[in-house]
Nanobody
Framework: QVQLVESGGGSVQAGGSLRLSCAAS????????MGWFRQAPGKEREFVAI???????YYADAVKGRFTISRDNAKNTVYLQMNSLRTDDTAGYYC??????????????WGQGTQVTVSS
């Protein structure tokens, strides 16, 4: 059973930081593109950040310079470090595996999501 499980979400004040983790199980994802997407109420799910199997990273303009995606293949885990959080970062954040880098496209595997709420 392939699973992606996110953790690390929560409520923070604007300007704060959170680190999201996505732990994969069921198989290894070393050669897979991994990414983070988010969805706010009333909006489509949107691309946040993506990392290739070789470690190349790509970011949405809205988060560039504030968020950092990384992966630890030995732990089968991908991370999203979120700094300088803004209220419009409030969304459910979803881990994804098996996607496409350019254009950023989600793959077949999704986590259940973790909520990030940023208050003013």
């Amino acid at each position: 059973q392939v699973q992606l499980v996110e953790s690390g979400g929560g409520s923070v004040q604007a300007g704060g930081s959170l680190r999201l983790s996505c732990a994969a199980s069921g198989r290894t994802f070393r050669r897979d593109v991994m990414g983070w997407f988010r969805q706010a109420p009333g909006k489509e799910r949107e691309f946040v950040a993506i990392i290739s199997w070789g470690g190349n990273t790509y970011y949405a303009d809205a988060v560039k310079g504030r968020f950092t995606i990384s992966r630890d293949n030995a732990k089968n885990t991908v991370y999203l470090q979120m700094n300088s959080l803004r209220t419009d970062d409030t969304a459910g954040y979803y881990c994804n595996a098996g996607g496409w880098v350019n254009p950023p496209t989600p793959g077949a595997y999704w986590g259940q999501g973790t909520q990030v709420t940023v208050s003013s």
